[in-house]
């Protein structure tokens, strides 16, 4: 008897594949092979070259059931020791998240906590966040650190941030975000800081190969463009990619400057300029929205989502996961948040969590379903794809695959 040549088949799909420039490359009816966690196999039911079971070892009918490509988180804080629950109740009594973040709060209190915290201690607090991104369908995540600030503690975060990873079985990306806030033993010597960033922590990890990409927060409360420059420079010559949170609560033009480095992406933007549109555009940098920091903070600028359109950039949708201005476990209710606070289209917020937010972290292998694609699949309780932004909240996964592999069964 032939072997099987395909290690799994999904069968009677609904698949959106997002393989075309436009739409969501619907194709009913269809099946889908995967092996060696790659995709082998894209097609129409009828055009299968055998019978399903002598095809592959393990054969799923789906009875229509909508597949998309595995969800990519593309901007989280996953890993953080601590809460931040108390700032929520101050910003509804009236305190702005500068005013909190001045007092000794915000980014810094974090920072207490999670120097506090081993290295157990931080992967126990933070896994369970990752597990609720899977159990909605993510695939990818990308986790920063910046919570540290130091050599030690930042290491240890983005230790944390592999081991979940390995533990989950997916592919965990890494941002080193060294200039996220000043901390307080350098609360009088900015240079000194930015210097033991470039100097020491960024070299000494990227050697240790615990750095993917480099990201830095260039705000009023954060750092200058100069200082970003600065740790940009260093990370081109350790030929580590570069991304921004840039352009949030005011224009610093950081979007120009990640977009001078050819940067993977600019993170945030309600207050982008049209200079710095036309710099994402030349250069191909994602711009990713986080309509959850957005939420939060209730916030009223609008990022320029029209002229972005025009202007043919890019849009990623992630749910920036973080203790203080966006506590959200949910990327597809991120989704529904871009179409409804944003005005995304459904298959704009759906490319944005699927090819645009794999662009977002330079990755071509997956965001779509295509033959030679790594095997990220998510098997969804909806058989239309905008239902993933219709609904509000709610357990939608049935079930996923990462590079082939199961990852996620709802109960």
């Known amino acids: 008897m032939t072997a099987p040549q395909w290690d799994l088949l999904l069968t009677d799909a609904t698949l959106a594949c997002f393989d075309t420039s436009h739409g969501y490359g619907l194709r009913e009816h269809a099946a889908l092979a995967c092996k060696d966690g790659a995709i082998a196999w894209v097609g129409a039911m009828t055009d299968l070259p055998g019978p399903a079971e002598a095809l592959a070892e393990n054969v799923r009918a789906l009875d229509g059931a909508l597949v998309t490509p595995g969800l990519v988180d593309c901007h989280t804080h ?28 915000g980014i810094v209190s974090t920072v207490r906590d999670t120097r506090a915290a081993d290295e157990d201690a931080l992967l126990a607090q933070s896994l369970p966040r990752a597990r609720a991104l899977v159990a909605d369908g993510v695939t990818t995540l990308e986790i920063k650190s910046g919570y540290g600030l130091d050599l030690a503690s930042e290491r240890r975060m983005l230790r944390t941030a592999r081991r979940i990873g390995q533990i989950l079985g997916i592919d965990v990306r890494t941002s080193f975000l060294g200039l996220h806030a000043l901390p307080p033993e350098f609360s009088d010597d900015r240079t000194g800081y930015v210097d033991a960033v470039c100097g020491q922590m960024l070299p000494t990890l990227a050697e240790e190969g615990l750095i993917d990409a480099v990201d830095a927060f260039c705000e009023g409360i954060g750092f200058t463009r100069e200082e970003t420059r600065h740790v940009f420079e260093v990370a081109h010559r350790l030929e580590l990619p570069v991304k921004l949170h840039a352009e949030q609560l005011s224009d610093l033009d950081g979007a120009a400057l990640v977009a001078e480095f050819g940067g993977l992406s600019a993170d945030h933007l309600e207050h982008l300029s049209a200079s710095g549109i036309r710099a994402m555009a030349e250069a191909g940098t994602v711009a990713v929205l986080l309509p959850g920091a957005f939420y939060a903070l209730r916030d009223t600028k609008l990022p320029p989502i029209q002229a972005l359109r025009e202007h043919g950039v890019a849009m990623a949708v992630a749910t920036d996961l973080n203790p203080g201005t966006s506590p959200l476990l ?9 179409c409804t606070l944003f005005r995304l289209t459904p298959e704009e917020a759906l490319r944005g969590v699927t090819v645009h937010g794999a662009r977002a972290l330079g990755l071509k292998d997956r965001g779509t379903l295509a033959v030679g694609q790594r095997a990220d699949l998510a098997i969804w309780q909806a058989s ?18 990462a590079a082939g592999r199961p990852l996620f069964k709802a109960n």
Do not use: H, T
């Open 78 to 105: 996953l890993v953080f020791g601590g809460r931040r629950d108390r700032e929520f109740e101050m910003r509804l009594e009236g305190v702005s998240y500068q005013d909190i973040a001045r007092a000794g709060g």
């Open 330 to 338: 949910s990327l597809r209710l991120s989704a529904n948040m871009a």
């Open 384 to 401: 239309a794809p905008a239902e993933l932004c219709y609904w509000i909240g709610g357990p939608l996964l049935k079930a996923s695959y």
